[in-house]
């Protein structure tokens, strides 16, 4: 469960988060929608504990990060904006270096590690040096050693980013299965077909702010909108920096 | 989900990440190259070839045949005759004496005047010209040679006179000078090593440069870093694993160096120019001590200053201009003779620098002295880190783009 209430944070005198404020359910895919640069990264950096907030609350599991960011990290599964991986090292040996980071005990290392290389289907790539991977093997690893601590949250900044058909189609799988572990998924995106298809919630951010909170269903009856596209063009009041 | 299991064990942040660091350089051939081979193995080649090719060119002009141009020798037979028992061999007169010696075709021209047969004769005293280029310090054995063998000739021939007076030859010379040189076999070899610390500043630099500059900007521009401080570890302790791996990767560049040097040691044939040299396990045990500080202190420094580029290529910009800062102390010290004093030992640097100059002099550095180097150095590094750990709470930090 993440809860946020009134996000602020400004770099200079641009507004990056401007009173953002919504909640995610354990069990539940929420969506952050919004075109390039309305604050969802800056947002999700501050749930991280990346960066600090110049103004609100973020609780994680009712852990406050402000109080306590090395707890509220240890509840979070994310995959960052940034995925770099050391391309000298396995996908394994990765995997296993952020394990250890999170404290994970060496005994359930293994176990852990192998069951997410299945689940991911990274069987062949595990014991690769991650040097010259495809931006699908990259994101396969990086979602591996986000969640090798099997955490309750799972933080996803546009995880499809890059991706081709077949790998978007497999990472939607994947977090449909987080989904049905009773996990709480949220996630970035600025494709409405992929948050649409996957969300129960979405959150709409334009310029700072959240402009619409609902399930699809209620989106579609506010707006008086069949068509989900032209729902969120409403919304946001442009057509601008959204792809279909 | 979040099974915590009480007593099972759990690596430690520290030791994960400075395990980590050193696994995945290992991994890098440049980084290898440089902080194993090239860093720490040529200073001691180029040191073992300028010194021996020193020594022997000292060793040649003090033991051979010297040739040296003479003008008009027909003058002077028995003159020829005692530069010859000194070991020179008279050359065929040359038409320009200061061109030859300007253009280096030889060290020294002897010039004997037309007068000289007729004016020794009547006893008054005549002139014998040296022509040398003293900017030329290649030249200088020899010239001190050829003017040693004449002055020799003249005092023995003035001293001779004397005596066929009556007189004694101290009537001429009231006073002697009596040199007595103080100067050992061993503090005279440390005119020549005066660059020998810096080796070993540049080789514990040169052991971390490629580590420091991965683990902070390097791996800031792979976009790593952001994944890496979203993990439930405080960035100071990620830090200290990092700067750890560094100090391990340079001190590793020290041991080889100092191995490389006592090897070398072995085939400098010093002791036939009268100094002693001793790179041996004594020396390289004292030097470890003393420069442990600096592995840290330079450590930090590299981190901090790669920490503030934005990308590779920048961070290895600024860590080159770092490189300069040790070569002051080098420097200072070789152009200004100053006498040390105890608290300069305290300086980070100057204190390593003035230490290992004494354990070449063959003095030993007290148990103050190395105190005081280590305290001061140690202090330094433990400052640095203190910046350093601030530096890396900056937000900007971890975001690449």
Redesign the interface.
């Given at each position: 469960m993440i809860e946020v209430k009134d996000l602020h944070k400004a770099f200079g005198a641009i507004k990056a988060v401007d009173g953002v404020g919504f909640s995610a359910r354990d069990g539940q895919i929420t969506g952050l929608l919004g075109p390039n640069g309305a604050g969802k990264t800056t947002t999700l950096r501050m749930l991280?504990t990346?960066?600090?907030p110049d103004r609100g609350q973020i609780l994680v599991d009712g852990i406050d990060a402000a109080a306590d960011p090395?707890?509220v990290?240890?509840?979070?599964g994310?995959?960052?904006?940034?995925?770099?991986?050391?391309?000298?090292?396995t996908a394994r040996?990765n995997i296993d270096?952020?394990a250890?980071?999170?404290?994970?005990?060496?005994?359930?290392l293994a176990p852990r590690r192998e069951a997410l290389i299945k689940a991911l289907e990274m069987e062949e790539i595990g014991d690769r040096r991650t040097e010259g991977f495809s931006q699908g093997q990259r994101v396969k690893t990086?979602i591996a050693?986000?969640l090798i601590?099997?955490?309750?949250n799972v933080i996803l900044d546009e995880p499809t980013n890059g991706l081709d058909v077949m790998a978007t189609r497999a990472l939607r799988q994947f977090m449909l299965k987080l989904k049905a572990e009773?996990?709480c998924v949220l996630f970035s995106s600025h494709i409405m077909q992929e948050v649409a298809a996957l969300c129960d919630r979405i959150v709409v951010i334009a310029h700072g702010r959240v402009v619409a909170d609902e399930t699809p269903q209620a989106l579609r009856e506010q707006t008086g909108e069949t068509n989900l596209e032209d729902a969120f063009v409403k919304i946001i009041g442009s057509e601008e920096g959204l792809a279909a | 989900?979040?099974?915590v299991?009480a007593n099972?064990?759990?690596?430690s942040?520290f030791l994960?990440?400075f395990l980590?660091e050193v696994?995945?350089?290992l991994?890098?051939r440049r980084t290898i190259v440089t902080a194993l081979v090239t860093g720490p193995l040529v200073g001691p080649m180029i040191f073992a070839l300028l010194l021996g090719s020193m020594l022997s060119r000292e060793l040649d002009k003090a033991e051979q045949p010297l040739h040296v141009p003479v003008i008009g020798a027909e003058r002077a037979p028995n003159l020829i005759d005692a530069l010859k028992a000194g070991g020179i061999v008279p050359q065929a007169a040359i038409a320009n004496p200061e061109q030859a010696v300007r253009r280096q075709d030889t060290d020294v021209v002897v010039r004997i005047g037309d007068n000289y047969a007729e004016a020794w004769r009547k006893g008054e005293p005549v002139q014998v010209e040296l022509f040398y280029d003293s900017s030329q310090r290649d030249a200088n054995t020899s010239v001190e040679r050829v003017t040693r063998l004449v002055e020799g000739y003249a005092r023995q021939q003035g001293a001779m006179r004397l005596v066929a007076r009556g007189m004694s030859p101290g009537t001429a010379w009231p006073l002697q000078v009596a040199r007595r040189d103080q100067a050992t076999p061993q503090s005279r070899a440390v005119l020549m090593f005066a660059m020998l610390p810096y080796f070993f500043v540049i080789t514990i630099f040169m052991g971390g440069m490629y580590l420091a500059i991965d683990l902070t900007a390097g791996?800031r521009e792979?976009?790593?870093?952001?994944?890496?401080?979203?993990?439930?570890?405080?960035r100071w302790k990620i830090l200290c694993g990092k700067l750890a791996a560094i100090c391990a990767f340079s001190a590793a560049s020290l041991l080889i160096t100092l191995l490389a040097f006592a090897v070398v040691g072995q085939f400098i044939p010093a002791e036939k120019i009268g100094m002693e040299l001793d790179l041996g396990l004594h020396f390289a045990t004292y030097v470890s001590l003393l420069m442990l500080p600096l592995v840290l202190l330079l450590a930090v420094l590299q981190s901090m200053v790669a920490a503030f580029a934005k990308s590779y290529r920048e961070a290895q910009t600024y860590i080159s201009l770092l490189m300069l800062v040790p070569i002051i102390p080098s420097l200072l010290l070789s152009f200004m003779p100053i006498k040390a004093q105890a608290w300069m030992y305290a300086v980070p640097l100057l204190g390593q620098n003035l230490g290992i100059m004494q354990l070449l002099r063959g003095d030993g550095v007290t148990g103050e002295q190395l105190g005081l180097c280590l305290a001061g150095s140690l202090a330094a590094a433990l400052l640095a880190v203190l910046a350093t750990v601030q530096l890396y709470r900056s937000?900007k930090l971890?975001?690449?783009?």
């Open positions: 991280y990346l960066m600090q090395l707890a990290r240890r509840q979070l994310v995959l960052p904006d940034a995925r770099g991986l050391y391309k000298r090292l040996e270096y952020f250890r980071l999170h404290g994970l005990p060496e005994n359930e990086a050693r986000a601590h099997d955490p309750r009773g996990r | 989900m979040n099974a299991t099972a064990k759990r690596a942040a994960t990440v980590k696994r995945e350089n991994r890098d791996e792979r976009q790593s870093l952001e994944p890496l401080f979203a993990n439930p570890v405080p937000e971890a975001i690449s783009a």
